[in-house]
């Protein structure tokens, strides 16, 4: 690490994980996260340019952000992402790069994706019928999406690929059997996500989410799973199929949060930094980088925002409030 002092939180966790939206525009609508007719997007100016992204995450990786995922909307859609990932792969603080997506336009954009230097690639994919695909998203995409896999497996250099589910009550409960039976036919890493209080209709309910123990006892009952040790600071429980054939993930920030060791932040595609998915307060990061302020300014803000870190989400807690800003605002 070059220089600067480790970035922690005020409640001693060093922070090492930066999600950064690089559009909040999407060529899905999926329920859970838009209305079908889409939201207002950001002008063109609003948006960080991938200079201003490059100049942050250098400075982050400087005080030990060392991994980096790009996130949306989808990120995909932004021109040319591909040059952004050429700006961060020469840094040296920089340990990871990896994107987070839909998968409809990654068989076009894949190679020059991996020469640019991205390393790991997470695909959103919530069922493995056509006709439930397109009654989440409302696109007509399977097909799509399953070639981009396919097209992503075939470098090598892109590993692990990881395939995220997010699980609703009365509609993920018909995929379960067929993702984990994907998870054992081919080589990606199936996880299944916690739906959240982040969607745009904010007709969040606790009753919508279906818990990860259930799921996984889904699973269990045809094929039965043992644990693998839980990393530090991954936000995924992971299981191993008995017969040794694969393994499936469970990402449970509802049932089983993980906050007590969150070493992520969030930029947002205009440069607002959040400390939370469900902050309700961000910090402007683009003022300052735009009104020519030096790298040592920018750190004490970066610092001062990162010192006031919440501790934990309270989606369990009576009276919490959902945030304004939709997941396709502030980039998963």
């Given at each position: 690490m070059s220089?600067?002092a ?10 090492g ?6 559009t ?6 999926c329920?859970?996260?838009m209305p ?12 960080l340019?991938?200079e201003e992204?490059a ?9 030990g952000?060392?991994?980096v995922?790009?996130t ?8 040319e992402l ?5 700006l ?7 340990h990871?790069?990896?994107l987070?997506?839909?998968g ?13 230097g991205?390393?790991r ?14 009654q989440?998203t ?13 097209a992503?497996?075939a470098?090598p ?15 993920t409960?018909a ?10 036919e081919?080589p990606?890493?199936?996880r299944f996500?916690?739906f959240?209080?982040?969607d745009?209709?904010?007709?969040w309910d606790r009753d919508?989410?279906l818990?990860?123990a ?8 045809v ?10 600071h ?7 199929f008995?017969?040794?054939?694969g393994?499936?993930?469970f990402?449970?920030?509802v049932?089983e949060?993980f906050?007590?060791d969150?070493?992520?932040?969030r930029?947002?595609a205009?440069g607002?930094?959040?400390?939370c ?6 910090t402007?990061?683009r003022a300052?980088?735009?009104a020519?302020?030096s790298d040592d300014e920018?750190?004490q803000v ?11 989400h309270h989606?369990n807690?009576p009276?919490?409030?959902q945030p304004?800003r939709?997941?396709?605002?502030i980039?998963g």
């Amino acid at each position: 690490m070059s220089g600067r002092a480790q970035l922690m939180d005020g409640h001693g966790r060093p922070i090492g994980d930066v999600r950064i939206s690089v559009t909040d525009r999407c060529n899905f609508r999926c329920q859970y996260c838009m209305p079908a007719e889409g939201l207002p997007w950001l002008a063109r100016e609003e948006l960080l340019t991938y200079e201003e992204m490059a100049r942050i995450v250098a400075l982050l990786a400087s005080m030990g952000v060392s991994d980096v995922r790009l996130t949306g909307g989808e990120p995909l859609v932004r021109k040319e992402l591909w040059r952004l990932i050429e700006l961060l792969s020469p840094l040296e603080d920089v340990h990871d790069i990896s994107l987070t997506t839909n998968g409809y336009l990654l068989r076009r954009q894949v190679d020059d994706l991996v020469r640019a230097g991205l390393r790991r690639i997470n695909v959103s994919l919530d069922s493995l019928a056509p006709d439930r695909f397109f009654q989440l998203t409302r696109r007509n995409s399977l097909a799509a999406v399953l070639d981009g896999l396919e097209a992503a497996q075939a470098h090598p250099e892109l590993r692990p690929i990881k395939v995220n589910v997010v699980a609703l009550r009365d509609f993920t409960e018909a995929e379960v059997l067929r993702f984990a039976e994907f998870a054992r036919e081919q080589p990606y890493e199936v996880r299944f996500i916690e739906f959240m209080p982040l969607d745009a209709d904010q007709a969040w309910d606790r009753d919508r989410v279906l818990p990860n123990a259930e799921i996984r006892a889904m699973i269990d009952a045809v094929y039965p799973l043992e644990p693998e040790r839980r990393e530090r600071h991954s936000t995924a429980r992971r299981w191993r199929f008995a017969d040794g054939r694969g393994e499936i993930g469970f990402i449970s920030p509802v049932s089983e949060p993980f906050c007590g060791d969150c070493n992520r932040i969030r930029i947002t595609a205009e440069g607002m930094l959040r400390t939370c998915l469900f902050s309700m307060n961000e910090t402007d990061l683009r003022a300052p980088l735009r009104a020519g302020a030096s790298d040592d300014e920018l750190e004490q803000v970066i610092r001062g925002a990162i010192w006031r870190k919440e501790l934990k989400h309270h989606i369990n807690d009576p009276g919490f409030v959902q945030p304004a800003r939709t997941m396709s605002r502030i980039g998963g």
